[in-house]
């Protein structure tokens, strides 16, 4: 979603630069200008990857709260439904299914597996890299 978005943003302004480059201005001015949409793509990036990183602290959030709850099953379901799939992928892989997985089946499998590890992955590295654009240091970074 995010990617979408910076896409979006970065494909907006980038008429704006091409204006900029063709106008008859001196090179200082020229340069002021482009030098001010930077400053705003970079604003609007940051702005993006704060939005994204609160998603992620939600998400995360939700995942603490299953695994903290009262019940087995609120707190194993996920691990259960990915080796679930673990399992089916391997007998898929190997011939044992009387049918073949489905592309939907396997995309779920995508989701779940690669939205378990970039997930993790990216709410490590999330608030850095929301520090380095709103010019903050970070600890690690």
């Avoid at 020229?30 to 970079?42: C, D, F, G, I, Y």
């Avoid at 609160?54 to 998400?59: D, G, Y």
């Avoid at 995360?60 to 695994?67: L, P, Q, Y």
């Amino acid at each position: 979603m995010g990617i979408d978005v910076f896409k979006f943003i970065t494909s907006a302004l980038d008429p704006v630069e091409r204006i900029i480059d063709s106008v008859h201005t001196s090179d200082e001015e020229r340069m002021q200008l482009q030098a001010e949409v930077t400053k705003v793509k970079n604003s609007f990036s940051g702005q993006l990857l704060q939005y994204e990183s609160e998603i992620l602290q939600s998400k995360s959030r939700i995942i603490v709260a299953e695994a903290q709850g009262q019940s087995w099953i609120q707190k194993s379901w996920r691990p259960i439904a990915m080796l679930t799939f673990l399992v089916l992928v391997v007998c898929d892989s190997f011939g044992l299914l009387a049918f073949r997985l489905s592309d939907q089946a396997w995309e779920l499998l995508k989701i779940g597996l690669g939205g378990y590890v970039v997930g993790r992955s990216a709410e490590k590295i999330a608030p850095q890299v929301v520090a380095a654009f709103s010019g903050k240091r970070s600890g690690g970074f």
